[in-house]
Each structure stands twice: as C-alpha cells, then as structure tokens.
C-alpha cells in the first residue's frame, strides 16, 4: 500500500460519522445553551451552542444540525465541560460535551425561549 493510499483512507476515515448509525440524529443533538453568552453569540456571528452526545464528534454534529434544522453548518468546534463540584456538597453539574455551531449567512435555528 502506497502513502498516497494510506492518505486517502484516513481523510475518509476522518471525514465520516462516528455514532450517527447508532443513535438518531435527535439523540446526538441534544438541548440549545440558552445564556446570555449564546444570545449575543447568535446575533453578532450567527453561532448557536448546544449539548450533544458524549461520543459524538463533529461530522455527527454537522449532519443531525443538517437533518434537523434544514441549515448549513460552516464550523463546528466541540469541547467538554468539566464537572463541577463543592467541597461540601453535592454535585453542582455533571460533565457534558458542548458543541458551538457557526451557520451560514442567512441560515437561522428558531430557539423557543
């Protein structure tokens, strides 16, 4: 097998969905980040945050985005958020996986809020 081959193959590889077969693309999108941060985000740069599924990685992301809202996503950055805990107390928030979409102009997602 040539470098060329192997080349091809993991551009393949990396451009494929991870878990998009297993779950549904509901599953893998999970719930909107309403913050503050978000809102301004949305209207400055068009980028809208979300929770998605732990195994998820951002072709998954980009294509349920594509299959659930009919828009077309132009950047998808992901990024796990740590647990949050108290010395004295239970837990504060659990860890997640949190995705922040950049949509192309003129495409917009209806938040309901």
Do not use: C
Request: no cysteine.
């Amino acid at each position: 097998m040539s470098y060329k081959d192997i080349l091809r193959q993991r551009a393949k590889k990396a451009a494929s969905t991870k878990v998009l077969g297993k779950y549904t693309p509901y599953q893998i999108i999970g719930t909107p980040l309403i913050t503050e941060k978000a809102y301004k985000q949305v209207e400055a740069v068009n980028t809208y945050s979300f929770r998605v599924h732990k195994d998820a990685n951002k072709n998954d992301v980009k294509a349920s985005l594509q299959s659930i809202y009919n828009v077309t996503p132009v950047s998808v950055r992901l990024m796990n958020v740590p647990m949050k805990w108290r010395a004295r107390r239970a837990l504060v928030r659990r860890s997640f996986k949190k995705a922040i979409v950049r949509l192309k102009d003129g495409d917009k997602i209806e938040l309901a809020g």
